[in-house]
């Protein structure tokens, strides 16, 4: 017989409710809302509208945010028509000493999460994952160059705090596009930027008055362009004529991407259909051969919970009890039994058997 280790006491069954933890969950956060043993729980602290259609949440995670690099994003989830949703959002200003975190959100007429998030009031709580990515720039040794379009300033914005409050500040130049001031989102963050740090350089580009930023005006805004690490973030059209011109001039390498959106998928026309089916064998929706489940489940009228949409946040992920399916991801084919996978990477290449 096996000896008992203390985390196999813990989860022996003659200790319930004592080892539940959703019980314990649910105790604790009848004494206060943000208590979890689990999971990252935040109360807003104020919110503050930006612009129009945009708006700031301050939270304040529990002890078990773990904190997080200038640049990162965290999934959000709270409750929306009565089933949990989450949505990645970039945190838009730099750590703070007070633990305090900032999400400035788009708010999208039928976006399902940023309509709940309109609603939110001082006080309310809310569900965050850690924060992940890969689209920080710690030590800037050359160069800068900011590109942003909309909503993609808020991770510049937070790795633009973090950079003022060094002693040898870098070389940065930012290149923002919106359709004019009013839509400027976080402008008074780089007002009070550029006090404290003259040497920034900040240029608008108004699309309503002054037409889409191209190419040409690229280079006149940026001359040294090649000379710069640069980073991108922005709506999709925008970031792919950059990516383009960049590859053009072979310099992809200094070019760092955070992408907001999934990229629609392209499905060769002569693409295997296969079935998706309920564990008691009923089908649920049918996939093409290259189209994510996510993707296909929502062509079938579901609406599986789901976050970024691109692999990181993990909240779509679902057991597969049967069948193979390849990872966009990782690019590599599933074994054909039980395990977990992302909806929102896997496509199939065989019938599939899920757990919804
Ligand atoms: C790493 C990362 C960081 C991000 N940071 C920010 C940020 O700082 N600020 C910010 O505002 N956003 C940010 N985003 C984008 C944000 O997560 C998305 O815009 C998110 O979809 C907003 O959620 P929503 O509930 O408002 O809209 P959703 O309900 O997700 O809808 C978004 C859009 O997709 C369309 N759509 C919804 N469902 C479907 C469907 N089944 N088929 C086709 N179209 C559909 C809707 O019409 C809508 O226009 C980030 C995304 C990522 C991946
Ligand atoms: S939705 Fe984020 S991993 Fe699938």
Redesign the pocket.
Request: charged share 20%.
């Given at each position: 017989m096996l000896p008992m280790t203390p985390s196999l006491f813990w989860r022996s069954p003659w200790l319930k409710p004592l080892n539940d933890v959703t019980a314990w969950n649910s105790l604790l956060q009848g004494a206060n809302a943000t208590w979890s043993l689990t999971e990252v729980r935040a109360r807003v602290l104020r919110t503050v509208q930006e612009c129009r259609d945009?708006v700031s949440l301050y939270l304040k995670p529990n002890r078990l945010f773990k904190g997080f690099s200038p640049g990162q994003?965290l999934a959000l989830t709270l409750p929306?028509n009565g089933v949990l949703?989450s949505?990645?959002?970039?945190l838009?200003q730099a750590p703070d000493a007070g633990g305090v975190l900032r999400?400035?959100?788009?708010?999208?007429?039928?976006?399902?999460?940023?309509?709940?998030?309109a609603k939110l009031k001082r006080g309310a709580v809310v569900i965050l994952s850690q924060a992940a990515?890969e689209?920080t720039h710690a030590a800037p040794e050359r160069g800068i160059l900011l590109l942003s379009a909309g909503?993609g300033i808020?991770?510049m914005v937070a790795m633009l705090q973090d950079w003022a409050k060094r002693d040898a500040r870098p070389d940065v130049l930012m290149i923002h596009s919106c359709r004019d001031e009013a839509e400027w989102i976080l402008r008074e963050d780089l007002r009070t930027l550029v006090h404290q740090w003259p040497q920034l350089k900040i240029r608008p580009v108004f699309t309503g008055a002054e037409g889409r930023l191209d190419a040409e005006r690229l280079q006149a805004l940026a001359p040294d362009f090649a000379l710069r690490d640069t980073l991108l973030c922005g709506p999709q059209d925008f970031m792919d004529w950059i990516a383009a011109f960049y590859r053009t001039h072979g310099l992809s390498r200094q070019l760092k991407q955070?992408?907001?959106?999934?990229r629609r998928t392209e499905i060769r026309p002569d693409a295997e259909r296969f079935a998706v089916h309920a564990p008691d064998g009923s089908t649920l929706f049918h996939a093409l051969n290259g189209q994510p489940l996510l993707?296909a489940a929502?062509?079938g009228g579901l609406?599986p919970v789901h976050?970024?949409?691109?692999g990181?946040c993990k909240t779509c992920t679902c057991r597969k009890l049967g069948g193979t399916v390849h990872n966009r991801l990782t690019d590599t084919l599933s074994g054909s039994g039980e395990e977990w996978i992302q909806l929102c990477v896997s496509t199939p290449v065989s019938d599939i058997h899920l757990e919804l």
């Open positions: 945009v994003h929306c949703q949505r990645s959002f970039s838009s999400l400035t959100i788009k708010l999208k007429a039928d976006g399902v999460v940023s309509q709940a998030i990515g689209f909503s808020t991770p955070e992408h907001f959106q999934a993707e929502e062509a609406s976050g970024c949409r691109r990181i």
